[in-house]
């Protein structure tokens, strides 16, 4: 395992570690991902969105939400095939190649 050092000012730092909170992830793994993204596309361009602080939801709309989505998978009756969406899966990927 590598250990790296990136210099921010302290302005971009803050800004930073301030929407990554909001997003409930660390440095560290928006770091890792960013990387891996980058090394999965072959490519540096890829879009990290969040919601200005005006626009980000509250506790109770995000509690709200899940339980939405929550509801929708209790009342599934279809049964997911994983080798069929794993095959899915890959084959996209490969197309993408």
């Given at each position: 395992m590598k250990t790296i050092s990136i210099c921010l000012e302290d302005s971009v730092y803050d800004k930073l570690?301030?929407?990554l909170k909001e997003k409930g992830q660390s440095p560290q793994s928006f770091y890792e991902s960013y990387t891996k993204t980058a090394l999965r596309y072959r490519s540096r361009t890829f879009v990290v969105c969040a919601p200005l602080?005006?626009?980000?939801?509250?506790k109770r709309e995000k509690m709200e939400a899940f339980q939405r989505l929550e509801k929708i998978r209790l009342s599934s009756t279809g049964n997911l095939d994983y080798e069929k969406e794993r095959a899915l899966a890959l084959e996209e990927k490969l197309e993408r190649s």
């Amino acid at each position: 395992m590598k250990t790296i050092s990136i210099c921010l000012e302290d302005s971009v730092y803050d800004k930073l570690i301030k929407m990554l909170k909001e997003k409930g992830q660390s440095p560290q793994s928006f770091y890792e991902s960013y990387t891996k993204t980058a090394l999965r596309y072959r490519s540096r361009t890829f879009v990290v969105c969040a919601p200005l602080n005006n626009e980000a939801l509250t506790k109770r709309e995000k509690m709200e939400a899940f339980q939405r989505l929550e509801k929708i998978r209790l009342s599934s009756t279809g049964n997911l095939d994983y080798e069929k969406e794993r095959a899915l899966a890959l084959e996209e990927k490969l197309e993408r190649s």
